[in-house]
């Protein structure tokens, strides 16, 4: 069987004429179809697009893998059938190819998943009237497969998911430097002797860390990123983690319901690190003053360090050296989250959650753009820091520690600040990142220094958190593991490919056993299923920050119709099976 994708990629000359959104709603993380993931629950799933000739289309998925023809032995087979969802017909017509179909809030509530993009089409009829009285239907191919053959991502909202991530040349520096801060010479030894397993030994090999794939082993310190985040690994979906991106930020500067902002309940109590204190927050607090978006952003980042460190102790603790080094590696992400301004404040896009591009620009572009600088600066600003890490014994002290650190970073270097620098160098509306010298010399030139110690900062506290988880669990220094050398392929990817290691999920959905020591329940919410692959027939509704949500959606079964005896207008030539009445009608335009 043969597949169609007709799909082609097209050079956009200016792509601030461009726009992410579809319809009313913001795209949301594609939805995985393909043979792997393939069962009959994904008919009779809701799906919404707009066609060029069409305009705005509503249908429900009838059909997967259907034959429209067969030609010398070879059947040509279409992902998706769409069909309307209510008695009135689904207006579809020549002019629509290219459509871009999304199942609608299914997923993620008012949030749209691309499934699928429209090349062709078919009429079926049941009566002697094939010019009125017929059934249209759409022909579509799915979305993670041309992403897959043609190499490609779908540009989203940034705001609508947290895509951005400190550029890789600031989580492998950070999570270089650190293993020379440890204070004890054994787990120091240690940790140097599996340097390349944690980063790159040197700052050119840093540099050209920009293009890593999940197939292959990633150095532990951007798994996070580029294995477990669904909407970056386009290689290795079965190792996604849906609830990852939430683990990447906490708006610690959003003011709740209240008024005052985690970071003001932080400093007048530190106790309210805690479960209750942050998804009773979450629930009740209003959406930053610029934000498109229908919810908050449950960012949860000190307690996937609260999380990492408690598993980190069990491990050294067990003598499982190959997952502590892993889980230690996989915690310098998250740290280095931490210490970029941007992962802990409500202007992570933009001024009061608004989405200009500023993210992405400065974390990524900025630092590479200045990535020998700050290479140089590095040492100095180690030795110069003012801040220093409290001493830490429990996984709930790493937490704070955490708080901190933010804390620390947005004093010396406000998320506000780098805005309007960004602002001020790039005035307009924009919404996509820039690589623009004269952006890039501004934010570096007002902003730079601070980089360097917000960096420093980042290595000081992960050193310092390793160095604490393994000396909670108690082991000798002459433990056999601290002399191993591990190799990343064959001893430590097979561990972070499993899903239960660090499990990744939303703050609402943590228990005791993932955050000791907490007040999170013993017997926490069991988590939604991860999409249609594993779904039953009435999937669980999610919203756009994977809450459970009401409702959900009820496939319906397709009606039986004989297909058309005239082709749609425009359409390619039919091709006619002897053994049966058919006509099938594909590839518009």
């Not at 902002?261 to 930053?288: I, N, R």
């Not at 980190?312 to 992400?333: E, K, P, Q, Y």
């Not at 210490?339 to 993210?359: E, F, K, M, R, Y």
Request: glycine share 8%.
């Amino acid at each position: 069987s043969v597949v169609n994708i007709d799909a082609a990629i097209v050079r956009l000359e200016d792509t601030h004429f461009w726009d992410a959104q579809t319809i009313d709603k913001p795209l949301g993380t594609v939805a995985d179809f393909s043979a792997d993931t393939a069962s009959l629950s994904w008919i009779g799933w809701p799906v919404v697009a707009h066609g060029a000739a069409s305009g705005e289309m509503c249908g429900e998925i009838k059909a997967i893998f259907y034959r429209y023809k067969s030609v010398g032995g070879r059947d040509y087979v279409a992902d998706f059938v769409i069909g309307s969802r209510s008695d009135k017909p689904l207006v579809t017509q020549p002019g629509d190819s290219g459509a871009l179909w999304c199942i609608d809030g299914v997923f993620q509530e008012n949030t749209l998943s691309p499934v699928a993009i429209e090349w062709g089409g078919q009429r079926v009829t049941s009566g002697a009237d094939a010019d009125t009285g017929f059934l249209q239907l759409s022909l579509s191919t799915s979305m993670a497969v041309i992403l897959r053959e043609l190499s490609l991502d779908v540009v989203q909202d940034p705001a609508a998911e947290r895509t951005q991530y400190w550029g890789p040349v600031g989580h492998y520096k950070i999570g270089q430097q650190a293993c020379f801060l440890i204070s004890d010479q054994n787990l120091r030894n240690f940790f140097t002797a599996n340097l390349s397993d944690i980063s790159f030994t040197t700052d050119q090999q840093i540099q050209t860390a920009t293009h890593l794939q999940a197939a292959e082993f990633v150095p532990l310190s951007d798994v996070p990123d580029v294995v477990w985040k669904t909407n970056i690994n386009r290689v290795k979906r079965e190792v996604t983690r849906p609830m990852e991106n939430w683990n990447h930020y906490a708006d610690i500067d959003l003011p709740g319901a209240d008024g005052k902002t985690l970071l003001e309940h932080y400093l007048a109590d530190e106790s309210s690190v805690d479960w209750s204190q942050w998804t009773g927050f979450y629930k009740t607090a209003p959406l930053p003053s610029a934000s498109t978006q229908t919810s908050n952003s449950w960012g949860a980042l000190p307690f996937r360090v609260w999380q990492i460190f408690a598993s980190m102790v069990d491990f050294a603790r067990s003598g499982d050296g190959a997952s502590f080094l892993t889980a230690a590696g996989c915690l310098a992400h998250y740290i280095g989250d931490a210490c970029q301004p941007l992962h802990g404040s409500q202007h992570s896009d933009g001024l009061n959650g608004a989405t200009t591009g500023v993210h992405s620009t400065y974390e990524d572009n900025m630092v590479d753009a200045f990535a020998d600088q700050i290479a140089a600066g590095f040492d100095s600003a180690v030795a110069n820091l003012s801040f220093r890490p409290r001493e830490i014994h429990t996984p709930r002290d790493a937490a704070m520690t955490i708080m901190d650190l933010m804390n620390f970073c947005h004093t010396v270097l406000p998320p506000e600040k780098i805005c309007e620098v960004y602002n001020q160098a790039r005035p307009g509306l924009h919404k996509s990142a820039t690589k623009s010298s004269q952006v890039l010399d501004a934010l570096w030139a007002q902003c730079g220094q601070e980089t360097i110690e917000v960096i420093a900062a980042g290595a000081v506290t992960l050193a310092a958190v390793w160095q604490a988880a393994y000396s909670a669990s108690g082991q000798s220094d002459t433990a056999g593991w601290l002399s191993e050398t591990f190799d990343g392929t064959r001893d430590l990817m097979p561990i972070y490919e499993e899903q239960d290691f660090l499990r990744s999920l939303h703050l609402e959905f943590l228990g005791q056993s993932d955050l000791p020591g907490s007040d999170a329940p013993d017997q926490p919410p069991t988590p939604p299923p991860a999409g249609p692959s594993t779904a039953g027939t009435n999937p669980v509704h999610l919203d756009d920050r994977g809450h459970r949500a009401g409702g959900a959606a009820v496939p319906t079964k397709a009606p039986k119709s004989r297909t058309a005896k005239t082709p749609i207008p425009g359409a390619r030539k039919s091709v006619k099976r002897p053994s049966k009445t058919t006509h099938r009608t594909a590839g518009r335009d």
